[in-house]
């Protein structure tokens, strides 16, 4: 189980809660990463090191963030989105 950030980001990237995240999982970070920031259109979290904390979600000034329980059926595709673009980062390492 993770979060996953959903359609309401697209194009917005307000990354409030890549700065609240305490276990770094939200990316790209405007500022460590602003190549791959100003790349996307979107932020994505890491299913493999979210905690499920939840402290993020409250905060997305959007509500686009969701457990992946909870997200509603138009945008359940992205849930393979965020996964996909840590994906794609292993790769590139």
């Known amino acids: 189980m993770t ?5 309401p980001c697209v194009d917005v990237k307000d990354s409030v809660c890549v700065d609240i995240c305490p276990c770094d999982s939200i990316r790209p970070h405007p500022t460590e ?3 791959d920031y100003e790349g996307v259109n979107q ?3 890491d299913p493999e090191t979210c905690i499920e904390c939840g402290v993020c979600e409250p905060e997305c000034p959007v509500e686009a963030i969701f457990f992946d329980e909870d997200v509603p059926e138009q945008w359940k595709h992205f849930i393979e989105i965020n996964a996909d673009y840590f994906n794609k980062q292993q790769l590139n390492v």
Do not use: H, Q, T
Not at 3 to 7: L, Q, R
């Open 3 to 7: 979060y996953v950030i959903c359609e």
């Open 43 to 45: 932020l994505f979290i």
């Open 33 to 35: 990463e602003a190549k």
